[in-house]
């Protein structure tokens, strides 16, 4: 099969050629191997070897042959495993993360580990310890965050479908940019099992895609109760490949009150052209208001860096990767932290460490909990009026490297509208709305449209989205050869 022809197949499309015989699994590993081989985004931190990529998926599977790659915070046996973090440096897990789990067992074969924002902690992929992953619409720009590495590489063509994660907005964020497909489930969809911890109340592993079918068979294979996690419940009845084409009867919410200033005249210009396209298949759109909205990003800063502080103290140079100093044990402490961590991940631990000491414990962690009911509770009276909440992904389009990164705040606003999602705990999609020029002009990036749900309704979400995407019929092709050298 022609090169072309291999590029441009979907997940589920390569699967069919491989079932019907049109293609060998071997040639399609052969072919994704020689694409990761060739990357020119920094999108990949490890990339397997066509041995040790075969050994990884099982025949016979559903998806079987298809390859896939791995957002470098799921562990994997004997596979290095950094969450792009110095600290982590030489770490080999002994185990094998659930999700990667079941990938292989499906028949994919990992590529690879993408790259992405230390720790999760980042909308740009400029906060890895090993460099800057870029956007392949345009390589002075950033591809989103966190799992930028996973969005690039699906976009840019080094991979047919992702692996990444998602506390704050890290699989739309970065998709919206990317122009690809990033779902992140109701929280407990999927198991956490080897999923290293960055906040454990928001973490949610989910599918970045060429499109929304590919983002269902994904689910289906992810999802499920792990005995491993605890928080894990699994979706009743699973995921189906959707079919809608209509949507009739469907009504969505947009929360006119949250989408104000800071948007990029592009971005809501595709906002409103897609809310035209919902009400041209039968969609009725309705204004709501999610009153504690705008206080998400306030709260969820003190929640998830709360979170991380707790989680991350367990790197201490004993027992992963990098030891800085043989000292004496408080030196090696205070050392291995100093220099394994980066700024951002300092920043996080200190703010967290502060929001948790006893005295303020009250003041802050306490009251974020409570802007956090607040906003479930908000989701949970507009879901009585309406199906879907819609937004745009992100306020912009992709930025420039270097653009946000000495204003951690405006860098935080990215999320402005995912966050509030995530504190709720409900499942989202963002798909490829079309193309628009940044503020200030330049070529066109693709722009992202949020769809959210009331928790574990992941199958309407998904039938909508792909009528949706239908009548966008968004090309991503311009993108898709530029990812290799
Ligand atoms: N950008 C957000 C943050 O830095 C969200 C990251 C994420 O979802 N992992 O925390």
Redesign the pocket.
């Known amino acids: 099969m022609a090169d072309m022809q291999l590029l441009a197949a979907s997940g589920a499309e390569t699967a069919a050629q491989i079932a019907a015989g049109e293609v060998s699994a071997d040639e399609v590993l052969d072919f994704w191997l020689s694409r990761a081989a060739n990357d020119r985004l920094n999108g990949y931190l490890w990339k397997s070897g066509p041995e040790s990529a075969r050994e990884g998926g099982a025949p016979g599977g559903p998806l079987s042959g298809v390859p896939i790659a791995i957002k470098d915070i799921f562990c994997t046996e004997g596979v290095p495993t950094t969450a792009a973090s110095r600290i982590l440096g030489g770490y080999v897990p002994p185990y094998t993360a659930t999700s990667v789990s079941k990938t292989a067992a499906a028949g994919m074969p990992m590529l690879g580990k993408t790259n992405m924002?230390e720790f999760?902690?980042?909308?740009s992929n400029e906060n890895s310890a090993y460099g800057a992953c870029l956007n392949p619409w345009d390589t002075e720009r950033v591809p989103g965050?966190?799992s930028g590495g996973s969005a690039a590489v699906v976009a840019g063509g080094l991979a047919p479908w992702a692996l990444g994660?998602?506390?704050?907005?890290?699989i739309r964020q970065p998709a919206g940019f990317c122009g690809i497909v990033g779902l992140k489930p109701t929280y407990g969809a999927i198991s956490r099992y080897g999923m290293i911890a960055?906040a454990s109340s928001l973490d949610q592993c989910g599918p970045l895609t060429r499109n929304v079918t590919d983002a269902a068979l994904l689910l289906e294979v992810l999802q499920g109760r792990d005995e491993m996690d605890t928080t894990s419940v699994g979706i009743e009845g699973g995921i189906k490949a959707p079919t809608a084409e209509r949507l009739d009867g469907m009504t969505f919410g947009v929360p006119r009150g949250l989408i104000g200033e800071g948007i990029e005249a592009g971005v809501l210009a595709r906002f409103e052209d897609t809310l035209i396209r919902i009400a041209e298949l039968g969609g009725e759109i309705v204004d709501i208001e999610l009153p504690h909205a705008g206080h998400a990003i306030s709260a969820y800063y003190v929640l998830?860096p709360a979170e991380a502080s707790t989680n991350l103290s367990r790197y201490d140079g004993v027992r992963y990767g990098l030891r800085s100093s043989d000292e004496d044990l408080l030196s090696m402490y205070e050392l291995t932290r100093e220099e394994g961590f980066g700024p951002e991940v300092k920043r996080r631990i200190m703010l967290g460490t502060y929001a948790l000491s006893s005295g303020y414990y009250d003041a802050y962690y306490g009251r974020a909990q409570k802007v956090r009911t607040r906003i479930v509770e908000d989701f949970d009276s507009a879901f009585a009026k309406v199906d879907f909440v819609v937004t745009p992904t992100s306020p912009t389009v992709a930025f420039r490297l270097g653009e946000k990164t000495a204003d951690p705040w405006t860098m935080y606003l990215?999320?402005v509208f995912t966050v509030p999602i995530s504190l709720a705990g409900i499942p989202a999609i963002s798909i490829p709305a079309g193309l628009a020029e940044p503020d200030g002009g330049g070529p066109e990036l693709p722009v992202g449209f949020q769809i959210a749900a009331p928790a574990f309704s992941e199958q309407k979400l998904i039938e909508a989205s792909h009528a949706l995407e239908q009548a966008i019929g968004f090309d991503g092709s311009a993108a898709l050869e530029g990812g290799a050298r």
């Open positions: 924002d999760a902690m980042g909308s965050g966190s994660t998602d506390t704050g907005g890290s960055f998830a990215s999320d």
